[in-house]
């Protein structure tokens, strides 16, 4: 579970440019939820992501995971228990390292990189059998580079990378928005069942008002920082396209 | 053949500082030039401690620990300061030419008289069959450490970092600490090339390490793009592929100069070398890609 507690950040403060992204923001998170965050550009959505994964600190307020509070660690330790899906599909992987290294780096996510030969047989049975779960035929390609392979190859990938070792919080940005409709219904799916599978907390950002209506248990429209509507459980899922495009009207 | 053999122990030993240039460009991305400084680092420390009789082994040893401490200079003001890593590179290579003349305290120092590795081991009995010999088992040992340390986890984490900083930062990897110590790794290897050839050549100058990373860059991609021409993409072929290219690049050199090139056409040739290396993958590009 992740509680948040009067969370603030403000860019550039004091200059003309100052921006108030998160303001006083209270909300939590259940296990095994999929929660969507929704709202305009410069809403607060992706900062909140941020904070969570910590490649942004808050200038006040607290972040807990499981009861741990994790507001001012650097985003490198906290890749022990949150993983993240970037926008951009070849954010999430190396792009000159083969597919089975790639994942033997994921495999690690939450343990020490030490001074051992860790690709070996046995490790790419493992992964042929995880990768083989997208049906693509990847299983047949580790050793290809990870550049090498489609947008929706990688983001499936990907996913499939960070949930390869344990974790909590799985962060995805739009993890479609640079995919084709067909491989966009791929990743939601995959997500979908990997939450559901492992209990864990994914939280993500989209734009697409369609795909809050496919998956996910419950949405939250952020403006100017702060929370407008949180909507779960029955009302969720009897939500109906044009009512939540109503929200930003 | 004295001729090419001393062409390629020269190669040879020159190909730890290719390495080192390979790690910090295509490893991790990063154009690091504190290597012009490193190598004579290495060089200098070689000369003053030959000078007081400690023995080659630790005379490596200390020319290494040098070098790293230079590169991970270099890489804390990179990372730390957030200064550009060219500059960065630049800073301590200046600073480092005041260092090694201090270290020397003058500015040329011969090594004719003193016991280093290419006196402490004569298999042959002919110096320059012996050299070649010394040097490609050092350089075979070092390299297959270099390809071991790559392979391993810790070497992906590595790899990954100049590949793709944010992934690499959400698998949990701190990439400041990783590219510091892959500059300190860097240029230990630099200051390990310093020092084989102050050995190699009996003498430590203070300018012998200028424009030596224009050596270090052509050897890399020479290397890499005939790695890429036989189509061997695998670490320990590129790692080869540094060797290949610092053997042939310091082959053209010595070619030139025996074919009687004036001396001080030396830099201009290496630059031609270099760029055209630099472009044959464009070349090929347009062919093959398009």
């Known amino acids: 579970m992740i509680e948040i507690l009067k969370l603030n950040k403000t860019f550039h403060l004091g200059s003309e440019r100052q921006v108030i992204a998160v303001q006083n923001l209270d909300i939590s998170f259940e296990n095994g939820s999929f929660n969507l965050l929704i709202g305009s550009n410069g809403s607060g959505k992706s900062t909140l992501l941020n904070l969570i994964a910590g490649t942004i600190l808050p200038d006040s307020g607290t972040i807990s995971i499981n009861g741990k509070p994790i507001q001012s660690i650097p985003s490198y330790k906290r890749s022990t228990s949150i993983a993240r899906i970037f926008q951009d599909p070849t954010a999430g992987t190396a792009p000159d390292l083969s597919l089975l290294d790639n994942f033997r780096l994921a495999s690690l996510r939450t343990q020490k990189k030490g001074l051992r030969i860790g690709v070996d047989a046995a490790f790419r049975k493992v992964v042929a059998a995880h990768v083989s779960i997208l049906d693509m035929g990847l299983e047949n390609r580790l050793n290809q580079p990870m550049g090498s392979f489609s947008g929706g190859q990688r983001q499936a990938l990907t996913l499939l990378m960070a949930t390869f070792d344990k974790l909590d919080v799985l962060l995805l940005d739009e993890p479609t928005a640079a995919l084709d409709p067909k491989s966009a219904v791929r990743i939601l799916e995959l997500t979908q069942r990997i939450v559901a599978e492992k209990k864990i907390i994914a939280i993500m950002v989209t734009h697409e008002l369609r795909q809050c209506i496919q998956v996910g248990t419950r949405i939250i429209q952020l403006s100017e920082g702060q929370i407008i509507r949180d909507v779960a459980g029955n009302t969720k899922t009897q939500l109906r396209l044009e009512e939540l495009a109503n929200w930003f009207a | ?290």
């Not at chain 2, 280093?116 to 004569?122: E, G, K, T």
């Not at chain 2, 230990?188 to 100058?205: E, N, P, R, Y």
């Not at chain 2, 050199?253 to 201009?268: C, E, H, R, V, Y």
């Open chain 2, 1 to 290: 053949m004295q001729f090419y053999l001393t062409a390629i122990s020269l190669g040879l030993a020159l190909s730890a500082l290719g390495w080192g240039i390979f790690l910090t460009l295509k490893i991790f991305n990063i154009p690091d030039i504190t290597t012009d400084g490193s190598f004579t680092l290495g060089a200098a420390i070689t000369a003053v401690q030959l000078t007081n009789g400690t023995p080659w082994y630790l005379v490596l040893f200390c020319s290494m620990l040098g070098g790293g401490l230079a590169g991970m200079l270099t890489g804390v003001i990179h990372t730390r300061l957030k200064v550009n890593a060219l500059l960065s590179g630049i800073l301590v290579m200046t600073a480092l030419y005041s260092v090694n003349l201090m270290v020397m305290g003058r500015s040329n120092i011969p090594l004719l008289q003193v016991n280093h590795l290419f006196i402490a081991f004569q298999p042959t009995g002919a110096s320059y069959i012996d050299q070649a010999i010394i040097l490609l088992a050092i350089m075979s040992i070092v390299g297959l450490c270099l390809i071991f340390m790559l392979k391993t986890d810790f070497g992906l984490a590595m790899r990954a970092t100049g590949n793709s900083e944010s992934m690499v930062n959400a698998m949990g990897v701190n990439t400041n600490r990783m590219k510091i110590i892959g500059l300190a790794l860097a240029n230990s290897l630099t200051a390990f090339s310093g020092s084989i050839v102050a050995q190699l050549q009996q003498f430590t100058d203070i300018n012998m390490g200028i424009g030596i990373v224009i050596f270090g860059l052509g050897s890399v991609m020479i290397g890499e793009t005939l790695m890429d021409v036989f189509k061997r993409q695998g670490i320990a072929w590129r790692i080869i592929g540094v060797v290949i290219g610092c053997l042939i690049f310091r082959l053209v050199i010595a070619f030139t100069l025996a074919s009687g090139a004036d001396p001080n056409l030396l830099k201009l040739i290496t630059a031609g070398v270099v760029l055209l290396f630099v472009s044959i993958p464009r070349f090929k590009g347009k062919i093959a890609f398009r």
